[in-house]
């Protein structure tokens, strides 16, 4: 007796929901990464263009908190369906490199948002987050010298995330004009 449901054959490509989280994921931390560095230019000279910083600094952060739920999912369903493995797993020193990338990826998707919102709960009271759960941690001071840690750890991990989504897309393109190969096709 044949099984009524066969999952689909994924061997050679991602699923399609692992897909979509990845593509949903890049643009919403490309949109997010772009708004942090365009509100820390805004002027603050009059009350409109406070009320327009303030604005831009919440939905932000707002967005950060979605893209760590949103990693946190994505994490997830990557550890219940694996992807394929890697198309040329004897080049050994080319996957070791793209398994520290995934793995600094994966790591610089949570640490963004959890050190920005650590530090928007150590310095309460500016551009609040835009979601029903409060603007504070149990386990936060509100305390100035601590919320300049968190500011520049959120800093810093922002342009180790950026290099590594370099690095990321480096390697994609890399695989797609030298290698010629299915790598990039089996997450579009």
Do not use: N
């Not at 949903?24 to 009320?51: C, H, K």
């Not at 300049?148 to 922002?158: A, N, V």
């Not at 690095?167 to 695989?175: F, I, M, R, W, Y």
């Amino acid at each position: 007796m044949e099984p009524r449901y066969r999952p689909p054959d994924h061997s050679h490509g991602f699923d399609p929901v692992s897909r979509l989280l990845h593509w949903v994921a890049a643009l919403a931390i490309l949109g997010t990464f772009a708004l942090g560095l365009w509100m820390t230019g805004l002027p603050a000279g009059t009350e409109a263009e406070v009320a327009r910083l303030f604005r831009s600094y919440s939905l932000h952060k707002t967005l950060g908190v979605g893209v760590f739920c949103l990693a946190l999912l994505r994490i997830g369903w990557t550890l219940i369906h694996p992807g394929p493995g890697p198309l040329h797993p004897e080049r050994r020193g080319e996957v070791f490199l793209a398994s520290v990338t995934h793995w600094g990826l994966w790591i610089g998707m949570l640490a963004l948002p959890a050190t920005g919102f650590l530090h928007h709960a150590a310095a309460p009271g500016f551009a609040p987050v835009f979601w029903p759960f409060g603007q504070t941690l149990p386990f936060v001071p509100a305390d100035e010298a601590l919320a300049l840690i968190f500011r520049r750890t959120h800093e810093l991990s922002g342009w180790l995330l950026a290099a590594l989504l370099g690095l990321h897309v480096a390697g994609a393109l890399k695989h797609m004009l030298i290698d010629r190969d299915a790598t990039l096709a089996r997450m579009v």
